[in-house]
């Protein structure tokens, strides 16, 4: 039997390390820009606990690491996921 590794992202706001299914990816999509959870590019994680989330620097840390200006857009979209996990804690 394989044992399944996980595969560990560091959080960019704590920087801490956890597993990928833990975290919030946010990628910059080559075609499609700036997606959750899917796309293929540049990526960034977000751990999914309170104190990242709100953090208030966060949009400008996703922008430094995904090396891209963040659309309003995609700012609300985001704001509705995190929003979701705070009113679903695990
Ligand atoms: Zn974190």
Known sequence: MIQQIPIMRVCISCRKTYDRKDLLKITKDHR???????????????????KCFSDSKIKK???????????PEFIEIFEKEITSYNNNPH
């Open 32 to 50: 499609q820009g700036i997606m959750l959870n899917q796309g293929m590019g540049r990526s960034a994680y977000i751990c999914k606990s309170k």
């Open 61 to 71: 840390k996703l922008q430094k690491a995904l090396k891209t200006f963040l659309e």
